[in-house]
């Protein structure tokens, strides 16, 4: 319904065009987002491994600085003021992040703090970092906790301290804050949105760059995806976070510590280059429809509107003013069709006129013909009354037309509808005699003819009807100039005969001797009459112009005799 004009049409036209390019347009950014997609999970993956190297980093610089207080530190507990004071005057040139040094005993007990309060020094025989250097290990990582001092969460990190014999003389440990712990790590070039997190060997949370303080702590270790990257040494995928947020993760695996490190980007970072290919294809093709549009709307204009005015031109030749031409002049095809309407409406005018004519010389021949020319429908109305049978049968066109006038008497309703029914099947009726009723109830004879009337069709759609009385006091002759009189006697037969009382005599003709008189009897009388109604009845097929002209007067013998026949009609 939308492309039922040209001119939609050929904007419908410029769409179809453009739209093979567009979708191939978006089946390259759809490849293309893949593939940034692709190269997104693997930046992820070289962030992730880049800041595991970053922690292997802080853990190896805070090991390096735990080896060096353990030889400056003393071992004695008379010396744990002395070592108090190194160890705060270390600690102020220390990071932020940097919680606390402490300085234990084998037997657990403080003998140095960076604490300004010296009161704070507690019991560390029952953490697990004291208790694995005890056990011999030479880097121990604590877990995560809130300490007892601050209630901070922090991860503690603890080395031996060893005499020259290599004997265990204390265990020097360092904290780190974990809500500054990203402060490490550089994380400032990651795309925006980007989360770190650092979980370790049991899924708990170490650290998380976005929300941390909610996050340090909890246990992940539910998580399919966290089992998975603890039990990989690298992993990358599109995975959905804790908090419900998918995003593309790389994970890699620290070296100096079981820790996992995880970079999150969010998931529109693969679509931002295809956002900006996206932007910069849909001006392009944006640039190039409304281009073909207006191109297609510029030349439709010169197809639409030489048409439209055919179009109104063929409008005012439908209403009847023939005389009208188109002004619609081309070189193209518009210019030929334009032509050949105009050709069409002179033809038009043409015959118009040539049809005009005839319908008048049929019109003045009907209304000036002697005979009473009717036409009905196939339901028998009358559509054509002629004035001559409104004389015939004193009826006006008014009365006539339009209704199924009552001509026929009542005892000849049959024999009518006999006739109507053979002209309506196509068969021509000639010369049938019949008796008609007038308007004022009197009867006439008449002799109809009848023939079909065809529609242009070929379809039979009426029958036409001439009606005529044969006048008794007109003479009436044929072709070969015999004429009938009423007034005198006649002789019925070509004959030579000679004047007798008794009638004219055929053997006398025919053989010269009288053998018998002849007389007019009835059964001759009817023969008679029947001669002269065929003679009659030629005579009607000639033109009504023809009954005008003075009868001829064909030789022939008078023949006396009593008898004197009267025709009726």
Known sequence: MLLRTIRSRLLGLVVATVFPFFALICGGLWSQLRDDQNQAVEHA?????????????????????????SHAVSTRLADAEANDALLRQVKDELPDYISNILLFAPDGSNIGTSFEATDKRFYAGDRAYFQQVIAGQRLAIGDVIRTKLTGEWVVALASPVKDQTGRLRAVIAIGTKLDRFQDALRTQRLPAGSVVRVINQKGIVVAQSDGGLNWIGRNLSSSDDVAEMLTEKESSAITIWPDHIKRITGSA????????????????????????????????????????????????????????????DALELANGDLTHRTTVKSDEEVGNLAAAFNRMAASIERRRFELQESKNTLAAVIDASPVGIVCSDLERRIVLWNPAAQKLYGYSAAEAIGTAVQIVPSDGQVESFEMYRRARNGETI?????????????????????APMYSPGGAISGVAWAHQ?????????????????????????????RKSSAGCSP???????????????????????RWATRLAISSWSKSASDSSKPPRSAPMSRCSGSAVMSLSW
């Open 45 to 69: 993956l070289d962030e992730a491994r880049l800041l595991a190297v970053q922690v292997d980093d802080h853990i190896g610089s805070l090991e390096n600085l735990l080896t060096g207080l």
């Open 253 to 312: 695996r620290a070296h100096r510590v079981p820790w996992v490190v995880s970079v999150g980007f969010p998931t529109n970072v693969g679509l931002l280059a295809m956002i900006s290919h996206l932007t910069w294809g849909g001006i392009f093709s944006s640039i190039s429809l409304l281009a073909g549009f207006a191109i297609a709307w510029m030349l439709s204009g010169r197809i639409v509107g030489p048409l439209r005015q055919l179009q109104r």
């Open 430 to 450: 000639r010369n049938e005699e019949v008796l008609r009723q007038r308007k004022d109830g009197s009867l006439v004879h008449v002799r109809v003819a009848a």
């Open 469 to 497: 009385s044969p006048s008794a006091k007109k003479p009436r002759h044929n072709s070969s100039g015999l004429r009938i009189s009423t007034r005198s006697p006649v002789c019925p037969i070509d004959c030579r005969c």
């Open 507 to 529: 053997a006398r003709a025919r053989g010269g001797r009288s053998r018998s008189r002849y007389s007019t009897s009835t059964a001759s009388k009817m023969s008679t009459t």
